[in-house]
């Protein structure tokens, strides 16, 4: 009996050992993409100009992700539609219009962002602007062409890795947990320099464009309800791998870098690098993480977009259709890399830039967050509905969170 039953055991472990590999992707794709060239940029200043003061409101965050992607996650696994379908179903077109105009921005600001982000890594072993823009701009859409969406997402998460560079960084600049802990409990709330940057970490963490491709995603994978447990475990190492490695960039440039001088180009966030691993392996660790982060959020703000077009046409959004047969996603997507190249080559701000999109996206997420709210309470949800004291929680944690947002954002800008 002993024996039988540790079978059985063993059996029911690879089971569920297996069903995780199957989901996996949409969750740890969408948190790798949190962890991109503007949030790099952002805990980096917020590092440099506030110390670890910022370190609580990130570590804060982690359970408001997770609910969140898991809320997007359980859209698509119910439904089998987006979130522009699904409101445009629902609410009409001037309402779905709104969503995607709120999209559009939020993923138009991301991707000028990422791409600077490239091209400022590029810089440092001097390779122009221009040159990292054709070569990106073409491999970009060399990858998506090739009409799989799995391949798209081996790709991306090959490429996500590599971002788990910052954490040597951290564990090198050894502050000790005294001055960590005594800066983190000070939360200057009144200061509009602050604010602005609180902005800028919750947006560049919880993200609209995050949230609604972890639910396209997974509806173009052919993820069901019955996969929702094995989703969640995604969705939550994800969330946990991202909120560390933001963490450990902020701690190690909160030790590298002088407090209360702001950052002005991407070569003096690579000071922080170069501190604690030495000139060349700190310069090839921070283009390696950079660089990781910038494509992989590049490929989901790109899919985002074109797939959210899509719908928005009634054109269906899966990658397995060749170009030929969805001429309008992959001409969304080709505009949004051709047009983000080019502004990055006209010389843009990479700093600034990073730091205003992230702001943005937390003056948009209130209303992201909204519609994920309503539709997750649909009855057509089934047995995934958001409902009980799980519902409530999940409504104050979106209230509190959208009100932040709009306070630390709006302050920070008046």
Known sequence: MAARFGGRSARRKGWRAWQLLAVAGPGLVAMLADTEAGSVITVAQS?????????????LLIPVMFVAQEIAMRLGLATRQGAVALVLQRYGRV???LLLGALTASCFGALVSEMSGLAGAAQSFGIPVGVTMAVTVGGLIAVVVTGSYRSVERIALSLGVLELAFLIMAWRASPGLAPIARQAAQLPLRDDNFLYLLAANLGTSVIPWALLYQQSASVDKGLAPRHARAARWETLVGVLVCQAITSA?????????????????????ETAFTATLGVVIGRVVFVVGLSGGALVATIVVCLTLAWTVGEALGVHHALERHPRQAPSFYAALSLMLATGGALVASGINLVSLAIGAGVLNALLLPLVLGFLYCLARSGSMGPLRLR???????????????????????????
């Open 47 to 59: 590092g440099a100009q506030w110390g670890y003061r910022l370190l609580l409101p990130n570590l």
């Open 95 to 97: 309402t779905a219009g």
């Open 249 to 269: 960039l902020l701690i190690a440039a909160a030790a590298t870098l002088d407090h209360g001088m702001p950052l002005d180009t991407v070569p003096e966030i």
């Open 388 to 414: 009980g004291g799980y519902a409530v929680l999940v409504a104050l944690a979106f209230l509190a969170t959208s009100l932040t947002c709009l306070y630390a954002g709006l302050a920070g800008l008046l």
